[in-house]
């Protein structure tokens, strides 16, 4: 019973999860915080009462802004008693059919009449409604509900909804990235658990955090980052548990060619950093503003006496205690920054990885070029651009370079379609392009032959068969 009450859990909204919120077809993230006011597609509310109800639960918007589950209804009423018309060429939007105006349904609104019932007085004050078909009719009540019912359904962060929620809202965030993309990479990469994976991205966390997902914690996965650190957006989104980030690693891109050189040494550097931090330190605290004093050098030693100078004294040491203290939270931060960078290090430099992705703004040619050092013979890699030139570079590089088999440059295409009986068409808006991926093996080379030398890639020529002569 202990078990089945532990599977139990992690369905249920918990407090401080992160979780999606899902209405129609727009998603927002965010963390669950106890009386925190969420604003959300014009909406208000808080997320208290829905801590320990199940993922993927629809709740009502109720006055206070607090949350119900909404109840399921067998078969609605607005749609129960219909009188449909064969079709719609009599019918004329003239804006008159409905005899509600705009203060009326702020009335029913005031009164505390929810989004059923709202719906319900529209349907029964529209002159052209039962003329409308039957199509016609659902798609008018679907319409309305989408504006008047105040509902909102939490889910479960996972890669592919959080995907959708990036690309719907903020596709130049993510380079574009198509959710179908990203499952074609994570395929084409071989990402499983117990496997050691390079990321190089800039798609706000959501490549990397797909890749930790699709691992499940087991494994190792080595951040490439450029500038000054890593962006954790997107993978804090996913609500991953503690044990998941053991296995990432941070590693900065400026330093692969120094690592590939063998000559990184982060004792040295790290050294600089810490005289640099102690000065700095030293530096904010003669700058912080002191008491003021007033009057004149005179008058000043004429006033001092021996309890200032004991408050003066207490004041002193508790700065001292301030600055060392100070001081040695930055020592251990940097200590700690220390010991991840060696630790990431030490995983790449026995060259040994089981996958390469790549995603990001960044032409990606010398990245690719650079990191493929790092992995194993006969492991996959795959790239992202939301150009394909960048990635024709990057095949033609590695066709003269060698190194690499089985390349393939595709473009993934998603179509969308509407499945409803007697009506089912694609969508008539949909993404247009998902971007282009470069995927490919890693082989052994054999460096005792040129690699441009098509000399060598030539077979031997047949010799020439002597045909026996009678004399």
Same mark, same amino acid.
């Given at each position: ?7 139990d ?54 006055s ?37 105006t705009r ?76 959710y ?27 490549v ?29 989104s ?14 900065p ?8 050189a ?68 930055? %020592?251990?931060? &940097?200590? !700690?920054?220390?010991? $991840? *960078?060696?630790?990431?290090a030490?995983?790449?430099?026995? /060259?040994?990885? =089981? ?32 150009? %394909?030139?960048? &990635?024709? !570079?990057?095949y033609? $590089? *590695? ?8 390349? /393939?440059?595709? =473009?993934?295409?998603?179509r969308?379609?509407?499945v ?9 808006l ?15 080379m ?21 045909? =026996?002569?009678?004399?």
């Amino acid at each position: 019973m202990a078990d089945n009450g532990d599977d139990d859990s992690q369905y249920r909204i918990k407090e401080g999860d992160y979780v999606v919120l899902k209405r129609g077809d727009i998603y927002k993230a965010m963390q669950i915080q106890p009386r925190k006011k969420v604003i959300f597609e014009k909406q208000w509310f808080f997320l208290d009462n829905a801590v320990g109800q199940l993922y993927s639960t629809t709740f009502e918007i109720v006055s206070g802004g607090n949350l119900q589950p909404q109840k399921h209804k067998d078969a609605e009423s607005a749609s129960d008693a219909k009188e449909a018309g064969t079709d719609n060429r009599n019918i004329v939007d003239d804006g008159k059919s409905q005899k509600l105006t705009r203060d009326d349904i702020e009335t029913l609104k005031e009164q505390g009449l929810k989004g059923q019932e709202i719906i319900q007085q529209l349907v029964e004050n529209s002159s052209t409604f039962r003329v409308k078909t039957e199509y016609a009719q659902d798609k008018y009540i679907k319409k309305k509900k989408k504006k008047y019912e105040s509902t909102v359904t939490i889910l479960k962060p996972s890669c592919r909804i959080l995907a959708m929620m990036y690309h719907g809202r903020e596709p130049g965030k993510i380079c574009h990235l198509r959710y179908d993309t990203l499952a074609q990479m994570l395929t084409l990469a071989n990402i499983h658990a117990g496997s050691k994976v390079l990321v190089f991205e800039t798609c706000a966390g959501l490549v990397l955090g797909a890749v930790m997902e699709r691992m499940g914690g087991y494994g190792s996965v080595i951040q490439m980052y450029p500038g000054g650190g890593p962006v954790r957006a997107g993978v804090e989104s996913f609500g991953f548990p503690a044990h998941f980030h053991d296995m990432l690693h941070e590693f900065p891109i400026c330093h692969v060619n120094a690592l590939l050189a063998g000559t990184l040494d982060t004792t040295a550097k790290d050294a600089n950093a810490d005289e640099k931090l102690s000065d700095m330190a030293a530096e904010e605290e003669q700058n912080q503003p002191g008491p003021k004093q007033q009057g004149s050098p005179d008058e000043q030693s004429m006033e001092t006496s021996t309890g200032d100078d004991s408050g003066q004294d207490q004041e002193k040491r508790e700065k001292e205690k301030r600055k060392e203290a100070k001081a040695q939270e930055k %020592k251990v931060k &940097l200590e !700690e920054k220390r010991r $991840k *960078l060696a630790a990431a290090a030490a995983l790449l430099e026995g /060259r040994n990885a =089981d996958g390469l992705v790549i995603a990001s703004r960044f032409h990606p040619c010398p990245v690719l070029m650079g990191l493929l050092k790092f992995l194993s013979p006969s492991r996959p890699f795959v790239v992202f651009s939301q150009y %394909k030139e960048p &990635l024709i !570079e990057c095949y033609t $590089k *590695l066709k003269e370079h060698g190194g690499a088999v089985n390349l /393939r440059l595709t =473009d993934t295409w998603l179509r969308h379609y509407q499945v409803l009986p007697n009506r089912t068409h694609p969508l008539l808006l949909m993404s247009g392009g998902g971007g282009y991926v470069l995927s490919g093996t890693t082989i052994a080379m054999d460096r005792s032959k040129p690699a441009g030398s098509q000399r060598a890639e030539e077979p031997a020529p047949k010799r020439l068969k002597l045909t =026996d002569t009678e004399g």
